[in-house]
């Protein structure tokens, strides 16, 4: 009976994550099959859950699009130069809370988390201003430039908390053979929080990539949209038959690298999960 118990648990179990992957994806599947339909077929009253006649035509028109192009090698561009620059002070910050002692640390380390309890909406009208006051707006410096003064006091806690978990006597050891604190930190301590740090890079890039509120308050021209702004302009509330097909195409190009970043990331994310559950 207890094995019968425990079969049967098991298939419930199968079938609650089967029928949990199935709504999860299901969002990604209508996208790709929209892209695949013709107009007609993605406003029309029935649902038409697979095309009868898949096309590519959604794809063809947007990849000669030179609006969608520019917009894609901006978002590039942006969260390139955004993601190196604040995970680089993300990790310069952590070091210092985390491995080295001076006054008033834990003071500035409580400060720093009590930023977290600001809503970000709070912030969007003074930050605008003062960007305005620096002539940056409808340009990518509000964007790339924060996040090089360790942006994210969530993340900055993070892997502040996985470098705290490193012993000490490893940086002792390294002082004594003549070490200084960059060579600990980039020699001794990055290489021990390569996990930690690829969790961070991936949320931060999903972050920085799928963002649309930031940047459509300060990129207020087309040479400067990015894709979630494109994305947004596809769909113009006036019509009554709007370009589904071109829209979801859109979405699904946009989708492609974060998958690719989720697939490759995925490894150390799970060795990141396992690290801090055994520690």
Known sequence: M???????????????????????AFPLFWMISSSLKTVQETNSAGIVWFPPHPTLQAYIDIFQNQVFLRSYF?????????????????????????????????LVFF???????????????PQYVFFNKLDWINTFNPLIIPGYFAGGAAMVFLLRQSMSQIPKEMDESAVMDGANHIQVFWEIILPLVKAPMATIATLLFVGLWSSLLVPIMYLQ?????TLPIYISTLYNINLTVQPWPT????????????????????RYILDSVVISGMK
């Open 221 to 225: 021209t087309v040479d400067l949209y």
């Open 111 to 125: 400060l720093m988390l009590s930023t977290m309890m600001i809503p970000a909406q709070a912030l969007l009208v």
């Open 74 to 106: 901006n978002s590039i561009f942006y969260t390139t130069l955004a993601l190196v620059g604040t995970l680089a002070s993300i990790a310069v910050v952590s070091y210092a809370f985390s491995r080295i002692n001076w006054p008033g640390r834990n």
């Open 247 to 266: 829209i979801m195409a859109a979405a699904v190009l946009t989708t492609v690298p974060l998958m690719v970043v989720f697939f490759f990331a995925q």
């Open 2 to 24: 207890r094995q019968l118990w425990h079969i049967l648990k098991r298939v419930l179990l199968y079938i609650f994550l089967t029928g949990a992957t199935v709504m999860m």
